[in-house]
């Protein structure tokens, strides 16, 4: 079955460190890939998607490529931020009827120290 | 922009007892829904996919009958956890799929329910 595999946390950063966080994939066919982030008791926002190979999905300075030869897509930030303190999701969705039926990761809690 | 309401947000509720969670779709018509739990400091998994006007389809392991899903209209889902017990206790969350540009899909969350079963 599909399954989603993330770098194992915490990750501890000061400001302005260079942040990347592993994301790998299994799944059959050409799934969809997504970053979501999930802020202290709050739902999930939609960091960043990107549904093909090398599609590159970008957002307030958070980026992440589709490879499909590693089937890979991490997360990666150049400077992070204090407010960027929070838990992260990487996660696929397969096409067809089942698209947004997601597997997620196993989250990664990110901690930024000023 | 398109958005996804649960209700209650946290709810307390005693062993033994039922508590229905609501997922609404705000401004879009959604024939698909699924339903996720969160336990402490883990990931989420799906319990099922919700479909409107047919049954939903749980996932390996969760049972129908504790977890009941209704979902009568394109913008309303329910999940009603029956006879809840205190391993009950969990952030459940729901998500939305609609259409947009005419061909592509895209998933709504909405904020998330805390269930406490004292």
């Known amino acids: 079955g599909d399954s989603v595999t993330q770098m194992e946390g915490p990750v501890t950063l000061s400001e302005e460190a260079f942040l990347t966080i592993n994301c790998t994939y299994t799944a059959t066919g050409y799934p969809s890939l997504f970053w979501y982030v999930q802020y202290p008791g709050e739902g999930l926002q939609l960091l960043l998607k990107?549904?093909?190979?090398?599609d590159k999905g970008s957002n307030k300075g958070f980026e992440a490529t589709y490879r499909k030869e590693t089937t890979s897509f991490h997360l990666e930030k150049g400077s992070v931020q204090v407010s960027d303190s929070a838990v992260y999701f990487c996660a696929l969705s397969t096409g067809g009827t089942s698209y947004g039926k997601l597997t997620f990761g196993q989250g990664t809690i990110l901690t930024v120290h000023p | 922009g398109a958005v996804v309401s649960q209700h209650p947000s946290w709810v307390i509720c005693k062993s033994g007892t039922s508590v229905k969670i609501e997922c609404r779709s705000l401004?879009?018509?959604?024939?698909?829904m699924f339903w996720y739990r969160q336990f402490p400091k883990q990931s989420l998994m799906l319990m099922a996919t919700?479909?409107?006007?047919?049954?939903?389809?749980?996932e390996q392991g969760v049972e129908k009958d504790k977890f009941l899903i209704n979902h009568a209209s394109l913008t309303l889902s329910t999940l009603t956890v029956t006879s809840a017990h205190p391993e009950d206790s969990s952030f459940y969350i729901c998500?939305?799929?609609?259409?947009?540009?005419?061909?592509?899909?895209?998933?709504?969350f909405g904020e998330g329910s805390w269930l406490t079963v004292v």
């Open positions: 401004d879009f018509q959604a024939t698909t």
């Open positions: 990107a549904t093909k190979a090398d």
């Open positions: 919700s479909n409107e006007g047919s049954k939903a389809t749980y």
């Open positions: 998500s939305a799929r609609t259409w947009t540009d005419g061909s592509r899909n895209t998933i709504y």
